[in-house]
């Protein structure tokens, strides 16, 4: 996927950005607070439907704008056909676009443009709850399987009836036909998400040796959210019935599944550093990301906030020298180009962001 035009109206302190990026690395460089994350949320709101700061009505519109706008137009690799989305968001509503038609669901257009994100929040995704991990699990399927909406969707509608139900202590017939929807859905996500996590195996392995070699070979396992190794989903669904009753909500199931990275050097529950966190986070994102490439013939775009600072001088250049290597458009935030340490032969194009406004510099062709 390698983006060719990008337009950003009213997005932060975006007034109006115009960026025609080049096909390998697009470096944001400007100083604090001068926009260059806004313009990576830009196309973070392009491919998922939001933010990864928050909601759009709580801030992603420029103060005083109606609305913010955000255009993306790309050729795909495999067809040459030409694409594109576009979006404008009014906090409350929001219109789309995809290749001049109207969209009717925000999915429509996420399908189209696809980005994985590494920003400073994305830590959570070792350190935090399973909730990060099961999005993360269920955007690569999302993209990669065409039949898996439909199974998500089914799940999240029988899981919402069925806690409705316990909420309000609901029929027992009513529960058993939500018990048996649920186990039905239930048991198709975790089919679809173990392959899944099957799958990303070799590539979790070399995105682990490629950024965290000093922890030694990295091994990742599905966690179902029940014992499924004893339990069919529809028996334990109905052994924990009375539990959930009392609670007034589902306590098992694929919604409390997990996703486990651990590595060789780091056995038992020896922690991660912070930054050793990161980069597994990061690992994993890249994981996903050469598996869409696998499945899908193209890198999804890759966009990297505030590198310099997430990640040290030697980690960085593993990166980066692996990502030039992969042949994937990247957007990275910096505040100094300098920090970045890029090698000269690597194809790249620098935008100057200032008071909201973006620039394009050189390549470096010309560099
Ligand atoms: N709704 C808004 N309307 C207008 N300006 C906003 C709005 N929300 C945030 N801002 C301003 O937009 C800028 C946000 O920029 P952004 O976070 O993209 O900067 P940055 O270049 O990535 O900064 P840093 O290097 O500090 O992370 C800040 O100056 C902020 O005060």
Known sequence: MKLQQLEIA???????????????????????????????????????????RGRVRDGLIRTGAPALQVFARWTEQDSSRRRQVGLRHAGNEWEGRLDGADVGQLSELCTALAAVTFEPGSHALLSGGGEPRRRLLDWGLFHVEPG?????????????????????????AALDAWDGELAAAGELLD???????????PQVEHWAKELLPEL?????????????????????????????????????????????LGFAARPG??????????????????????????????????????LASELDRQHRHALLSALVASGAQVFITGTELEALALDPAWPSTVFHVEHGLCGRLDSSSER
């Open 10 to 52: 009213d997005v932060r302190s975006i007034r109006q950005a115009s960026v025609e990026p080049g096909d390998g690395l697009n470096l944001l460089v400007g100083g604090n607070g001068a926009g260059k994350t806004s313009v990576l949320e830009a196309l973070h709101l392009l491919a998922y439907g939001r933010s990864f």
């Open 216 to 260: 030694g070979p990295a091994h990742h396992a599905y966690v179902p959210g029940w014992r499924r190794e004893d339990l069919a989903l529809a028996d334990a669904l109905l052994v924990s019935r009375e539990r959930d009753l009392q609670l007034g909500y589902t306590t098992i199931g694929p919604h409390r599944a997990d996703l486990q």
């Open 269 to 306: 529950h020896e922690a991660l550093s912070r930054g050793q966190s990161k980069l597994a986070a990061l690992a994993l994102l890249l994981a996903q990301a050469e598996d869409f490439r696998a499945r899908r013939g193209e890198w999804p775009l890759i966009l990297l906030d505030d």
């Open 148 to 172: 898996f909406m439909p199974v998500w969707r089914r799940h999240a509608r029988a899981l919402k009836q069925r806690n409705a139900l316990l909420k309000s202590g609901g029929a027992l």
């Open 191 to 201: 089919r679809h998400r173990r392959a899944y996590v099957e799958a990303l195996e």
